[in-house]
């Protein structure tokens, strides 16, 4: 039998990508909610923050709060979560509109009971046993999840790269695509490569398509 120090040094687990989310309801700052009934028909983007009230956490969500309507144009809901309660985050909310003019107008889930940061494996014990890293969840439709990052608590998320991997993931899908490195709106994308001798022919013969090589080959999605 595993003893407790064996158990506490096991890593916590995470969904991987292609899972379905794990379901919960969490009460939030737009109150309650069961995951699997929000969002209908949307993506949606889950990320966690250390704390409230801590200033690398306060640019990331003024970040999120500020380029909403981006998020709002690739149909995508927003989702955050820390481990404090509704008070602090209602007063953080608060406190930051005061001072800068920046209102977190989605919904902030609080987790005390870090029942939600535990089944995401948003919390890490070798970084911190009570705080949630900066994780950030996409989540389509199907609620499948389709990609992860992770960062750690010293380190603010980039989000630029968020909402340029979310615009990759729709195009990839209603496309057919690949995405090359760096892609970003108005770029080539990347087509299947071949898988039959009589597609390599085809490949070959098509113009329509800039072909780097017979298995790299891109075309415009415009």
């Given amino acids: 039998m595993e003893n407790v120090a064996e158990l506490k040094e096991k890593p916590t687990m995470m969904p991987r990508i292609g899972d379905i989310a794990p379901d919960f309801e969490a009460n939030t700052t737009k109150g309650k909610i069961k995951f699997s009934d929000f969002a209908k028909d949307k993506w949606v983007v889950m990320f966690s923050h250390p704390a409230d009230f801590t200033p690398v956490c306060t ?33 953080w909310v608060q406190n930051v ?23 995401y494996g948003m919390l ?35 989000m630029d790269e968020i909402l340029r991997a979310l615009e990759a993931l ?17 770029d080539k ?21 800039e072909k780097v090589t017979w298995y790299l080959a891109k075309k415009s999605l415009n």
Avoid: C
Wanted: net charge negative; no cysteine.
């Fill in 59 to 91: 640019t990331e969500m003024s970040g999120f709060a500020t380029r909403k309507s981006e998020f709002d144009a690739l149909n995508t809901e927003l989702l955050g979560l820390s481990i404090d309660s509704i008070h602090a985050h209602l007063g």
């Fill in 97 to 119: 509109r005061e001072n800068t003019g920046v209102y977190f107008d989605f919904p902030i889930i609080a987790d005390l009971d870090m029942n939600v940061s535990k089944l």
């Fill in 124 to 158: 890490q014990p070798n970084e911190s046993e009570t705080a949630a890293v900066r994780a950030v969840f996409f989540i389509d439709p199907k609620k499948k999840i389709r990609l992860i990052m992770y960062y750690p608590l010293n380190v603010g998320r980039n």
């Fill in 170 to 186: 729709q195009t990839s899908d209603k496309h057919g695509v690949a995405m090359p490195l760096d892609w970003k709106r108005g």
């Fill in 189 to 209: 994308a990347i087509v299947p490569p071949p898988k039959s001798l009589d597609e390599l022919n085809a490949r070959l013969a098509d113009d329509s398509v």
